[in-house]
Protein backbone atom coordinates (compact mmCIF):
# COMPACT_ATOMS: atom_id res chain seq x y z
CA UNK A 1 0.00 0.00 0.00
CA UNK A 2 1.30 3.68 -1.05
CA UNK A 3 2.47 5.64 1.90
CA UNK A 4 2.65 9.08 2.18
CA UNK A 5 5.90 10.09 4.62
CA UNK A 6 7.21 13.51 6.00
CA UNK A 7 10.61 13.05 7.74
CA UNK A 8 13.16 14.99 9.10
CA UNK A 9 17.32 14.45 9.37
CA UNK A 10 19.51 16.63 11.41
CA UNK A 11 23.54 15.63 12.36
CA UNK A 12 25.60 17.51 15.32
CA UNK A 13 27.61 19.14 12.33
CA UNK A 14 24.83 19.74 9.58
CA UNK A 15 26.93 18.50 6.52
CA UNK A 16 27.52 15.22 5.91
CA UNK A 17 25.02 12.78 7.83
CA UNK A 18 21.66 15.36 7.20
CA UNK A 19 21.79 15.60 3.66
CA UNK A 20 22.78 11.86 2.96
CA UNK A 21 20.30 10.39 4.69
CA UNK A 22 17.69 12.57 3.26
CA UNK A 23 18.36 11.41 0.23
CA UNK A 24 18.46 7.85 0.97
CA UNK A 25 15.49 7.96 2.30
CA UNK A 26 14.17 9.72 -0.90
CA UNK A 27 15.71 6.83 -2.92
CA UNK A 28 13.95 4.35 -0.64
CA UNK A 29 10.47 5.86 -0.91
CA UNK A 30 10.61 6.27 -4.72
CA UNK A 31 11.77 2.65 -5.07
CA UNK A 32 8.57 1.53 -3.16
CA UNK A 33 6.36 4.05 -4.99
CA UNK A 34 5.79 6.02 -1.55
CA UNK A 35 5.91 9.83 -1.29
CA UNK A 36 8.28 11.73 0.93
CA UNK A 37 9.14 14.94 1.48
CA UNK A 38 12.17 15.43 3.99
CA UNK A 39 12.81 18.80 6.08
CA UNK A 40 17.07 18.90 6.44
CA UNK A 41 17.91 21.09 9.94
CA UNK A 42 21.87 21.34 8.77
CA UNK A 43 24.39 23.89 9.27
CA UNK A 44 22.93 26.44 6.87
CA UNK A 45 19.47 26.28 8.82
CA UNK A 46 15.95 24.50 7.86
CA UNK A 47 15.11 23.68 4.03
CA UNK A 48 12.31 22.32 2.92
CA UNK A 49 10.49 22.73 5.49
CA UNK A 50 7.55 20.33 6.30
CA UNK A 51 4.02 22.46 6.41
CA UNK A 52 1.05 21.90 8.75
CA UNK A 53 -0.93 20.79 5.89
CA UNK A 54 2.31 18.27 4.70
CA UNK A 55 1.94 16.80 8.39
CA UNK A 56 -1.88 16.60 8.60
CA UNK A 57 -1.60 14.39 4.93
CA UNK A 58 1.20 12.14 5.99
CA UNK A 59 0.77 8.64 7.20
CA UNK A 60 3.71 8.45 9.20
CA UNK A 61 6.63 10.58 10.40
CA UNK A 62 10.80 9.43 10.11
CA UNK A 63 12.84 11.40 12.23
CA UNK A 64 15.92 10.71 11.87
CA UNK A 65 18.27 12.71 14.57
CA UNK A 66 22.03 13.06 15.70
CA UNK A 67 21.58 15.56 17.92
CA UNK A 68 17.96 14.96 18.91
CA UNK A 69 14.85 17.00 19.21
CA UNK A 70 13.25 19.13 22.09
CA UNK A 71 10.08 18.91 23.28
CA UNK A 72 9.30 21.78 21.84
CA UNK A 73 10.24 20.90 18.16
CA UNK A 74 8.29 17.80 18.04
CA UNK A 75 5.13 19.44 19.22
CA UNK A 76 3.70 19.56 15.71
CA UNK A 77 3.86 16.00 15.32
CA UNK A 78 1.44 15.60 17.89
CA UNK A 79 -1.52 12.63 17.22
CA UNK A 80 0.92 11.47 14.28
CA UNK A 81 2.79 7.67 14.08
CA UNK A 82 6.45 8.98 14.65
CA UNK A 83 9.37 6.86 14.03
CA UNK A 84 12.43 7.92 15.45
CA UNK A 85 16.12 6.54 14.67
CA UNK A 86 19.32 7.62 14.97
CA UNK A 87 20.36 9.08 11.31
CA UNK A 88 23.51 6.43 11.02
CA UNK A 89 20.74 4.07 10.83
CA UNK A 90 19.47 5.93 7.41
CA UNK A 91 22.35 5.06 6.14
CA UNK A 92 23.80 1.64 7.49
CA UNK A 93 20.32 0.23 6.70
CA UNK A 94 17.56 2.41 5.30
CA UNK A 95 15.29 -0.42 3.84
CA UNK A 96 15.00 -1.79 7.12
CA UNK A 97 13.78 1.63 8.56
CA UNK A 98 10.89 1.90 5.55
CA UNK A 99 10.14 -2.06 6.89
CA UNK A 100 9.21 -0.99 10.29
CA UNK A 101 6.54 0.80 9.29
CA UNK A 102 4.52 -1.66 8.36
CA UNK A 103 4.82 -2.20 12.54
CA UNK A 104 2.80 -1.01 15.40
CA UNK A 105 4.34 2.53 15.51
CA UNK A 106 2.85 4.50 18.49
CA UNK A 107 1.29 7.91 18.06
CA UNK A 108 3.11 10.58 19.47
CA UNK A 109 1.50 12.69 22.27
CA UNK A 110 3.06 16.37 22.68
CA UNK A 111 1.95 16.54 26.29
CA UNK A 112 3.83 12.85 27.39
CA UNK A 113 6.58 13.74 27.19
CA UNK A 114 7.68 10.29 28.91
CA UNK A 115 5.48 8.58 26.50
CA UNK A 116 7.53 5.41 24.97
CA UNK A 117 8.60 5.60 21.68
CA UNK A 118 11.51 3.50 21.31
CA UNK A 119 10.70 1.76 17.98
CA UNK A 120 10.29 5.04 16.69
CA UNK A 121 11.06 7.29 20.46
CA UNK A 122 12.81 10.07 22.07
CA UNK A 123 16.18 7.65 23.36
CA UNK A 124 16.87 7.59 27.57
CA UNK A 125 19.85 6.68 29.37
CA UNK A 126 23.40 6.83 27.93
CA UNK A 127 21.79 6.95 24.47
CA UNK A 128 19.62 9.72 25.19
CA UNK A 129 22.09 11.54 27.29
CA UNK A 130 24.84 11.32 24.31
CA UNK A 131 22.50 12.60 21.99
CA UNK A 132 21.51 15.42 24.44
CA UNK A 133 25.35 16.59 24.12
CA UNK A 134 25.21 15.98 20.23
CA UNK A 135 22.78 19.14 20.21
CA UNK A 136 24.85 20.85 22.02
CA UNK A 137 28.06 20.41 19.89
CA UNK A 138 25.99 21.32 16.81
CA UNK A 139 25.50 24.60 18.19
CA UNK A 140 28.42 25.38 19.33
CA UNK A 141 30.94 24.21 16.25
CA UNK A 142 29.68 27.08 14.20
CA UNK A 143 31.20 29.35 16.95
CA UNK A 144 34.60 27.45 17.07
CA UNK A 145 34.17 27.68 13.36
CA UNK A 146 34.68 31.48 13.26
CA UNK A 147 36.37 32.29 15.69
CA UNK A 148 39.30 29.87 14.80
CA UNK A 149 39.09 31.38 11.37
CA UNK A 150 39.50 34.79 12.28
CA UNK A 151 42.19 33.91 14.77
CA UNK A 152 44.58 32.30 11.79
CA UNK A 153 44.02 35.44 9.94
CA UNK A 154 44.79 37.47 12.52
CA UNK A 155 47.84 35.67 12.99
CA UNK A 156 49.05 35.57 9.37
CA UNK A 157 48.29 38.99 9.28
CA UNK A 158 51.48 39.62 12.05
CA UNK A 159 52.97 36.89 10.89
CA UNK A 160 53.05 35.11 14.47
CA UNK A 161 53.32 38.33 16.14
CA UNK A 162 51.94 39.94 18.59
CA UNK A 163 48.79 42.20 17.45
CA UNK A 164 48.47 45.89 18.34
CA UNK A 165 45.51 47.33 19.47
CA UNK A 166 43.45 49.10 17.09
CA UNK A 167 44.55 47.75 14.42
CA UNK A 168 42.59 45.51 12.21
CA UNK A 169 44.52 41.88 13.17
CA UNK A 170 43.71 43.01 16.44
CA UNK A 171 39.94 43.47 15.87
CA UNK A 172 40.44 39.69 14.31
CA UNK A 173 42.02 38.38 17.16
CA UNK A 174 39.84 39.77 19.65
CA UNK A 175 36.35 38.65 17.65
CA UNK A 176 38.19 35.15 17.84
CA UNK A 177 38.47 34.93 21.56
CA UNK A 178 35.13 35.93 21.99
CA UNK A 179 33.99 33.65 19.77
CA UNK A 180 36.29 30.57 22.00
CA UNK A 181 34.86 32.33 25.36
CA UNK A 182 31.19 31.56 24.00
CA UNK A 183 31.72 28.05 22.96
CA UNK A 184 31.57 27.11 26.65
CA UNK A 185 27.85 28.59 27.70
CA UNK A 186 26.53 27.90 23.82
CA UNK A 187 27.44 24.05 24.66
CA UNK A 188 26.03 24.18 27.85
CA UNK A 189 23.03 26.01 26.96
CA UNK A 190 21.74 23.51 24.28
CA UNK A 191 22.49 20.66 25.75
CA UNK A 192 20.02 21.73 28.68
CA UNK A 193 17.76 23.06 25.91
CA UNK A 194 17.53 19.79 24.40
CA UNK A 195 16.74 18.10 27.58
CA UNK A 196 14.28 20.40 29.21
CA UNK A 197 13.33 23.08 26.23
CA UNK A 198 13.41 27.09 26.90
CA UNK A 199 13.50 26.99 30.75
CA UNK A 200 16.96 25.30 31.14
CA UNK A 201 18.47 27.85 28.41
CA UNK A 202 19.68 31.07 30.64
CA UNK A 203 20.77 29.14 33.61
CA UNK A 204 23.08 26.52 31.72
CA UNK A 205 24.61 29.27 30.12
CA UNK A 206 24.80 30.93 32.99
CA UNK A 207 25.89 28.72 34.93
CA UNK A 208 28.58 27.14 32.45
CA UNK A 209 30.07 30.96 31.81
CA UNK A 210 30.85 31.45 35.37
CA UNK A 211 32.49 28.01 35.65
CA UNK A 212 35.31 29.47 33.54
CA UNK A 213 35.56 32.65 35.11
CA UNK A 214 38.81 31.70 36.88
CA UNK A 215 39.17 35.41 39.03
CA UNK A 216 35.30 35.00 40.81
CA UNK A 217 35.99 31.23 41.66
CA UNK A 218 39.47 31.97 43.08
CA UNK A 219 41.15 28.80 40.92
CA UNK A 220 44.32 28.84 38.35
CA UNK A 221 41.85 27.95 35.42
CA UNK A 222 37.89 27.42 33.91
CA UNK A 223 36.50 24.48 33.38
CA UNK A 224 36.47 24.22 30.07
CA UNK A 225 34.45 21.92 28.32
CA UNK A 226 34.17 19.22 30.84
CA UNK A 227 32.69 21.73 33.03
CA UNK A 228 29.57 22.89 30.37
CA UNK A 229 28.94 19.12 29.62
CA UNK A 230 28.49 18.84 32.92
CA UNK A 231 26.43 22.34 33.91
CA UNK A 232 24.46 21.22 30.78
CA UNK A 233 23.49 17.97 31.99
CA UNK A 234 23.08 19.03 35.47
CA UNK A 235 20.59 21.86 34.58
CA UNK A 236 18.57 20.55 31.71
CA UNK A 237 17.93 17.53 33.99
CA UNK A 238 16.90 19.46 37.45
CA UNK A 239 14.17 21.80 35.20
CA UNK A 240 12.92 18.53 33.75
CA UNK A 241 12.06 17.39 37.01
CA UNK A 242 11.13 20.32 38.08
CA UNK A 243 8.32 21.15 35.85
CA UNK A 244 6.54 18.54 36.54
CA UNK A 245 5.77 20.22 39.79
CA UNK A 246 1.84 20.99 39.30
CA UNK A 247 0.10 24.25 39.74
CA UNK A 248 -2.66 25.87 39.10
CA UNK A 249 -3.27 26.83 35.05
CA UNK A 250 -2.64 30.08 35.67
CA UNK A 251 0.87 29.97 37.38
CA UNK A 252 2.12 28.00 34.55
CA UNK A 253 2.93 30.33 32.53
CA UNK A 254 4.52 32.45 35.10
CA UNK A 255 6.60 28.94 36.17
CA UNK A 256 8.61 28.30 32.66
CA UNK A 257 9.04 31.96 32.37
CA UNK A 258 10.39 33.29 35.77
CA UNK A 259 10.45 30.77 38.65
CA UNK A 260 12.30 27.93 36.73
CA UNK A 261 14.98 30.29 35.18
CA UNK A 262 15.58 32.21 38.81
CA UNK A 263 15.39 28.98 40.88
CA UNK A 264 18.24 27.31 38.68
CA UNK A 265 20.26 30.33 38.05
CA UNK A 266 20.43 30.35 42.02
CA UNK A 267 20.90 26.54 42.70
CA UNK A 268 23.48 26.02 39.33
CA UNK A 269 25.63 28.97 40.30
CA UNK A 270 26.13 27.97 44.04
CA UNK A 271 26.82 23.96 42.90
CA UNK A 272 29.37 25.51 40.17
CA UNK A 273 31.09 27.86 42.73
CA UNK A 274 31.39 25.77 45.40
CA UNK A 275 31.71 22.37 43.88
CA UNK A 276 32.11 21.99 39.88
CA UNK A 277 33.97 25.53 39.28
CA UNK A 278 37.23 23.88 41.62
CA UNK A 279 37.13 20.31 40.82
CA UNK A 280 36.63 20.41 37.29
CA UNK A 281 39.18 23.23 36.60
CA UNK A 282 41.78 21.37 38.44
CA UNK A 283 40.79 18.36 36.40
CA UNK A 284 41.42 20.77 33.40
CA UNK A 285 44.87 22.25 34.65
CA UNK A 286 45.99 18.28 35.58
CA UNK A 287 44.92 17.40 32.01
CA UNK A 288 46.48 20.76 30.23
CA UNK A 289 49.70 19.81 32.45
CA UNK A 290 49.93 16.18 31.73
CA UNK A 291 49.42 16.48 27.93
CA UNK A 292 52.34 19.58 28.03
CA UNK A 293 54.53 17.39 29.73
CA UNK A 294 54.57 14.53 28.00
CA UNK A 295 57.34 13.74 25.29
CA UNK A 296 56.38 13.56 21.50
CA UNK A 297 57.01 9.47 22.44
CA UNK A 298 53.52 9.17 24.37
CA UNK A 299 51.86 12.02 22.83
CA UNK A 300 51.93 9.98 19.76
CA UNK A 301 50.32 7.21 21.42
CA UNK A 302 47.29 9.81 22.56
CA UNK A 303 47.40 10.77 19.10
CA UNK A 304 46.78 7.58 17.31
CA UNK A 305 44.54 6.36 19.94
CA UNK A 306 42.46 9.95 19.00
CA UNK A 307 43.12 8.91 14.89
CA UNK A 308 41.75 4.84 15.65
CA UNK A 309 38.27 6.48 17.37
CA UNK A 310 37.52 9.17 14.59
CA UNK A 311 37.93 6.56 11.62
CA UNK A 312 36.12 3.34 13.47
CA UNK A 313 32.45 4.59 13.05
CA UNK A 314 32.44 7.74 11.02
CA UNK A 315 30.48 9.98 12.79
CA UNK A 316 29.43 7.85 14.98
CA UNK A 317 29.44 8.10 19.05
CA UNK A 318 33.07 6.64 19.31
CA UNK A 319 33.94 9.31 16.54
CA UNK A 320 31.74 12.11 18.43
CA UNK A 321 33.44 11.53 21.97
CA UNK A 322 37.08 11.58 20.72
CA UNK A 323 36.44 14.94 18.45
CA UNK A 324 34.98 16.51 21.67
CA UNK A 325 37.68 15.73 23.55
CA UNK A 326 40.15 17.01 20.95
CA UNK A 327 38.28 20.13 20.33
CA UNK A 328 37.80 21.12 24.32
CA UNK A 329 41.15 20.85 24.17
CA UNK A 330 42.17 24.05 22.33
CA UNK A 331 41.39 26.93 24.46
CA UNK A 332 43.43 24.91 27.46
CA UNK A 333 46.40 25.44 24.61
CA UNK A 334 46.45 22.11 23.32
CA UNK A 335 46.05 21.55 19.39
CA UNK A 336 48.06 18.24 18.94
CA UNK A 337 44.70 15.91 19.23
CA UNK A 338 42.52 18.09 17.14
CA UNK A 339 45.71 18.34 14.13
CA UNK A 340 44.91 14.19 14.66
CA UNK A 341 41.49 14.84 13.77
CA UNK A 342 42.35 17.09 10.48
CA UNK A 343 44.13 14.09 9.30
CA UNK A 344 41.66 11.32 10.10
CA UNK A 345 38.79 12.81 8.86
CA UNK A 346 40.09 12.83 5.33
CA UNK A 347 41.91 9.74 5.45
CA UNK A 348 38.87 6.67 4.90
CA UNK A 349 36.36 8.30 1.94
CA UNK A 350 39.61 9.60 0.53
CA UNK A 351 41.00 6.06 0.40
CA UNK A 352 38.40 3.88 -0.74
CA UNK A 353 37.65 6.71 -3.49
CA UNK A 354 41.25 5.68 -4.39
CA UNK A 355 41.19 1.69 -3.70
CA UNK A 356 37.66 1.33 -6.15
CA UNK A 357 39.67 3.08 -9.34
CA UNK A 358 43.00 0.94 -8.35
CA UNK A 359 41.16 -2.46 -7.71
CA UNK A 360 37.56 -1.93 -8.77
CA UNK A 361 36.92 -5.88 -9.07
CA UNK A 362 36.60 -5.71 -5.42
CA UNK A 363 34.03 -3.75 -5.17
CA UNK A 364 30.39 -3.62 -6.13
CA UNK A 365 28.98 -1.51 -8.81
CA UNK A 366 27.51 0.92 -6.75
CA UNK A 367 30.65 1.33 -4.82
CA UNK A 368 32.30 1.84 -7.77
CA UNK A 369 29.76 4.68 -9.02
CA UNK A 370 30.56 6.15 -6.36
CA UNK A 371 33.79 6.10 -5.22
CA UNK A 372 35.04 9.30 -6.99
CA UNK A 373 32.87 11.30 -5.47
CA UNK A 374 33.39 9.59 -1.66
CA UNK A 375 37.22 10.55 -2.38
CA UNK A 376 36.46 14.22 -3.66
CA UNK A 377 34.03 14.88 -0.69
CA UNK A 378 36.49 13.16 1.67
CA UNK A 379 39.05 15.60 1.01
CA UNK A 380 37.28 18.43 2.50
CA UNK A 381 36.86 16.21 5.85
CA UNK A 382 33.92 14.87 5.48
CA UNK A 383 34.20 11.19 6.49
CA UNK A 384 30.60 9.71 6.10
CA UNK A 385 31.06 8.76 2.48
CA UNK A 386 33.42 6.01 3.66
CA UNK A 387 29.76 4.75 5.84
CA UNK A 388 28.53 2.63 2.94
CA UNK A 389 31.34 0.77 2.26
CA UNK A 390 32.05 -0.03 5.63
CA UNK A 391 28.32 -1.17 6.14
CA UNK A 392 28.91 -3.85 3.27
CA UNK A 393 32.50 -5.40 4.04
CA UNK A 394 33.19 -4.24 8.09
CA UNK A 395 35.97 -6.09 9.22
CA UNK A 396 38.00 -5.51 5.76
CA UNK A 397 36.91 -1.71 5.41
CA UNK A 398 37.47 -0.61 9.25
CA UNK A 399 40.24 -2.49 9.65
CA UNK A 400 41.99 -0.64 7.32
CA UNK A 401 41.11 2.96 7.97
CA UNK A 402 41.46 2.56 11.73
CA UNK A 403 45.23 1.27 11.28
CA UNK A 404 45.96 4.09 8.92
CA UNK A 405 44.05 6.67 10.87
CA UNK A 406 46.00 5.67 14.13
CA UNK A 407 49.74 5.24 12.68
CA UNK A 408 48.78 8.69 11.10
CA UNK A 409 48.07 10.12 14.42
CA UNK A 410 50.95 8.95 15.80
CA UNK A 411 53.44 10.39 12.98
CA UNK A 412 51.44 13.56 12.83
CA UNK A 413 52.07 13.76 16.74
CA UNK A 414 56.03 13.90 15.82
CA UNK A 415 55.45 16.51 13.71
CA UNK A 416 53.58 18.25 15.64
CA UNK A 417 50.14 18.83 14.05
CA UNK A 418 47.91 21.52 15.16
CA UNK A 419 44.55 22.45 14.64
CA UNK A 420 42.75 25.48 16.04
CA UNK A 421 39.43 24.65 14.51
CA UNK A 422 37.39 23.10 12.87
CA UNK A 423 37.48 23.51 9.20
CA UNK A 424 37.75 21.78 5.70
CA UNK A 425 40.57 19.12 5.02
CA UNK A 426 42.64 20.11 2.61
CA UNK A 427 41.87 23.62 2.34
CA UNK A 428 42.51 23.66 6.47
CA UNK A 429 46.62 24.45 5.95
CA UNK A 430 45.59 27.17 3.73
CA UNK A 431 43.60 29.29 5.49
CA UNK A 432 46.31 28.60 8.42
CA UNK A 433 44.30 26.74 10.88
CA UNK A 434 46.33 23.55 10.84
CA UNK A 435 50.08 23.92 10.43
CA UNK A 436 52.75 23.16 9.93
CA UNK A 437 50.87 23.03 6.37
CA UNK A 438 53.67 21.17 4.35
CA UNK A 439 54.28 18.40 6.59
CA UNK A 440 50.12 17.69 6.78
CA UNK A 441 49.83 17.15 3.30
CA UNK A 442 52.84 14.83 3.37
CA UNK A 443 51.71 13.04 6.22
CA UNK A 444 47.89 12.90 4.67
CA UNK A 445 49.25 11.31 1.66
CA UNK A 446 51.09 8.70 3.95
CA UNK A 447 48.27 7.84 5.82
CA UNK A 448 45.78 7.39 2.40
CA UNK A 449 48.62 5.14 0.93
CA UNK A 450 48.65 3.12 4.16
CA UNK A 451 45.10 3.12 3.81
CA UNK A 452 44.18 1.99 0.48
CA UNK A 453 47.29 -0.65 0.27
CA UNK A 454 45.36 -1.95 3.83
CA UNK A 455 41.95 -2.28 2.44
CA UNK A 456 42.81 -3.97 -0.58
CA UNK A 457 44.96 -5.82 0.98
CA UNK A 458 42.41 -7.38 3.30
CA UNK A 459 39.63 -7.56 0.93
CA UNK A 460 41.39 -9.86 -1.49
CA UNK A 461 41.98 -12.19 1.70
CA UNK A 462 38.13 -11.97 2.36
CA UNK A 463 37.29 -12.95 -1.07
CA UNK A 464 40.02 -15.91 -1.15
CA UNK A 465 38.86 -17.18 2.03
CA UNK A 466 34.87 -16.92 0.65
CA UNK A 467 36.33 -18.76 -2.55
CA UNK A 468 37.90 -21.51 -0.56
CA UNK A 469 34.61 -22.22 1.39
CA UNK A 470 32.61 -22.31 -2.09
CA UNK A 471 35.15 -24.85 -3.13
CA UNK A 472 35.15 -27.11 -0.22
CA UNK A 473 31.35 -27.42 -0.56
Not at 3 to 28: D, F, Q, R, W
Not at 317 to 340: D, E, S
Not at 423 to 443: C, H, L, M
Request: charged share 15%; aromatic share 8%; net charge positive.
Amino acid sequence: MKKNLVAITNCPAGIAHTYMSAEALKTEAERRGDTIKVETQGAIGIENGLTQEDIAQADFVIVATGRGMSDDEMRRFDGKRVLMVDVSEVLKNVSNIMDRLDTNIPIYHAKDTEHDLSSGNTKTGAAGVFQHLMNGVSFMIPFVTAAGILLAFSAAMVGGGKTVPGTFPYLLEQVGVIGFSLMIPILAGYTAYSIADKPALAPAMIGAWLANQADILGTKGGAGFLGAILVGLLVGYFVKYFKRIKLPKSLNPLMSFLVIPAVTTLLISIVVFYVVGPVISGLMLGLTHFLSAIPSSSLAIICALIGMMIAFDMGGPINKTAYLFALGLIPQGNAYLFGTVALATVIPPAALGIATMLAPKLFTTEENTNGKSAGIVGLFGITEPAIPYAVNDPVSVISAQVIAAGITGAIGAMFHITRIAPGAGIIDPIIGIVKPAFAYYIILVIGIAINVILVILFKRIRINRLERRHVRK
